[in-house]
């Protein structure tokens, strides 16, 4: 299904123009990157008094967003077997040291 058209006084036509500092304009694309933003849509929420995501404290360790996705991949092949029957319970004590060290490393980066 298609996205409705917006009415005419909901498009934004219109293009405001005005003038920054080299640093401002870093500042802004800087501000706007961090809240996951256009520098545009940014600007426009920071004028017009909308609420504009919180700055995000640093991205996530590739690395270990990955090993948790291994984790949760073995986590789902030993419910599928000990549903059909198989018996792994040995294996829950591993994942579970597994979870808690990835999480260990987490909090460790994140200082909290």
Known sequence: ?????????EQRSVKEQYRVTVAERAYIRAQAKAAGLRPSEYSRRRALGYEVPA???GAPNAALVSELNRIGVNVN????SVHRGSAFQE????????????LAQLVSENGS
Do not use: Y
């Open 1 to 9: 299904m298609a996205r409705p058209n917006k009415h005419d006084h």
């Open 55 to 57: 700055k995000a404290e």
């Open 77 to 80: 092949q030993l419910a599928r």
């Open 91 to 102: 294996f829950w004590q591993e994942i579970g040291d597994e979870i808690n060290a990835v």
